[in-house]
């Protein structure tokens, strides 16, 4: 069974900086790739970047760019979004999913197998 597990939201200031993680299981990590999403009270759930296992290609959607990093652990199969910076715009529930490509900044049907969200709220 394909699962993700998202982990590592939080409080912290604006400024600040928290790194969430993605464990996942059950499939090849190597050969699909990872896309972190989020979904800010009352608005539609928007990509956020993706990497792809087998090569380390990384998108970011605008916002994120200079702010977020995204990497993988490939021995533990788990994917990694260091934010720094945070703005209280950030405040959302991310959510990691999976995908076999990531071409772009990610977009949500591209995307079929997803894990719980983890609440990342900043503070101003």
């Known amino acids: 069974e394909v699962q993700l597990q998202a982990s590592g939201g939080g409080l912290v200031q604006a400024g600040g900086s928290l790194r969430l993680s993605c464990a996942t299981s059950g499939f090849t990590f190597d050969n699909y790739s990872i896309a972190w999403f989020r979904q800010a009270p009352g608005k539609e759930r928007e990509g956020v970047s993706c990497?792809?296992?087998?090569?380390?290609?990384?998108h970011y959607t605008d916002s994120v760019k200079g702010r977020y990093t995204i990497s993988t652990d490939n021995a533990k199969s788990t994917v990694y979004l260091q934010m720094n910076s945070l703005k209280p715009e950030d405040t959302a529930v991310y959510y990691c999913?999976?995908?076999?490509?990531?071409?772009?900044?990610?977009?949500?049907?591209?995307?079929?197998?997803w894990g719980q969200g983890t609440l990342v709220t900043v503070s101003s």
């Open positions: 999913a999976l995908a076999v490509y990531c071409i772009r900044a990610p977009v949500e049907d591209d995307y079929g197998v």
């Open positions: 990497i792809d296992n087998s090569d380390g290609i990384t």
